[in-house]
């Protein structure tokens, strides 16, 4: 399928590996020049020069925190205009209710919350004025469905997601649209991560943690970051325009809800 997005110029967050490199690579693929942020330098550039190798498009590799003002400032000003922005971060460490203080709390909504807010504010006004534009924000299947130990990032995507909810609705007349994608469990270093820690936790091997996870999974497998990348690229081509403000899982079946 034709995107018709060729052409394009898309800044595409927290994209040097995992879900957002799944959608700076689906992104290239149709044809679009990638502004590709992460903290880390080396991984950062062996994304880009394997995009640029596989895809041929520009791509503009910045290194910084995208959860800091700082850092934001470096890749809005790098930048430039864009027509297509992908919201992503690192997740905030599971945990319990009771353990988590003011600094956890504001860290999460800083990096989830107000990270895709403040980067939506800094682009949409040259969207609009263009007549064009696409924001995906990368959020979580926690959004629909919560997951205890997870709060930190319940909380602060459940904020995203609100405004979200509005916004989404007062920028689409003027061809903009913003969705949502909430990944389900993917094979991604994050999940590895969390694997890890049950696998400590609970003295059992990651290859039984990944087993006893693929049972509550319909499709029964992780998700592969690429597939997952594919659905954001689509979200950003010109078919995707009547998508509006939605919420789209991307879970092989896990939240078992019909709204
Ligand atoms: P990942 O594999 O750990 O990749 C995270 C990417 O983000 C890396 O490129 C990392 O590079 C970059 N990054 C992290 N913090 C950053 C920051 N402050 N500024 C700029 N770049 C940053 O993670 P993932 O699995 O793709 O997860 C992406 C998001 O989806 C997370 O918010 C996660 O909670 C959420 N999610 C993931 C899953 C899953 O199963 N994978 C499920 C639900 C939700 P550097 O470290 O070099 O900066």
Same mark, same amino acid.
């Given at each position: 399928m034709d995107l018709g997005i060729a052409g394009r110029r898309a800044l595409v967050c927290a994209g040097s590996k995992g879900l957002g490199r799944g959608a700076a690579l689906a992104l290239a693929e149709a044809g679009v020049g990638i502004v590709l942020n992460a903290r880390g330098a080396e991984a950062l550039e062996r994304t880009a020069s394997e995009i640029r190798d596989r895809f041929?498009?520009?791509?503009?590799?910045?290194?910084?925190?995208?959860?800091?003002?700082?850092?934001?400032?470096?890749?809005?000003?790098?930048?430039?205009?864009? /027509?297509?922005? +992908?919201?992503? !971060?690192? &997740?905030?460490?599971?945990?319990?209710? *009771?353990?988590?203080?003011?600094?956890?709390?504001?860290?999460?909504?800083?990096a989830n919350m107000l990270t895709p807010i403040f980067l939506m504010q800094a682009v949409l006004p040259g969207m609009l004025e263009r007549r064009w534009g696409r924001v995906v924000n990368i959020t979580s299947q926690s959004v629909r469905a919560p997951i205890p130990e997870l709060g930190l990032s319940n909380t602060a995507r459940a904020g995203l997601t609100g405004f979200v909810a509005g916004v989404a609705r007062q920028v689409a007349a003027q061809g903009v649209t913003i969705n949502n994608v909430l990944p389900g469990l993917h094979a991604t270093d994050r999940a590895t991560a969390l /694997?890890?820690? +049950?696998?400590? !936790?609970? &003295?059992?091997?990651?290859?039984?943690? *990944?087993?006893?996870?693929?049972?509550?999974?319909?499709?029964?497998?992780?998700?592969?970051?690429?597939?997952?990348?594919?659905?954001?690229?689509?979200?950003?081509?010109?078919?995707?325009?009547?998508?509006?403000?939605?919420?789209?899982?991307v879970d092989g079946g896990t939240t078992n809800i019909t709204l």
């Open positions: 041929g498009v520009p791509v503009t590799p910045i290194a910084a925190d995208i959860t800091t003002d700082t850092g934001r400032a470096e890749v809005l000003a790098q930048a430039g205009d864009i /027509d297509i922005l +992908v919201t992503n !971060a690192g &997740g905030p460490p599971p945990g319990h209710w *009771a353990d988590w203080a003011r600094a956890d709390l504001q860290a999460a909504i800083e /694997d890890t820690r +049950v696998a400590a !936790a609970e &003295g059992i091997t990651m290859a039984e943690v *990944a087993r006893r996870r693929m049972e509550t999974i319909p499709a029964r497998s992780y998700g592969d970051p690429r597939d997952f990348g594919a659905i954001c690229a689509f979200l950003c081509g010109e078919p995707a325009r009547f998508i509006v403000g939605q919420n789209i899982l």
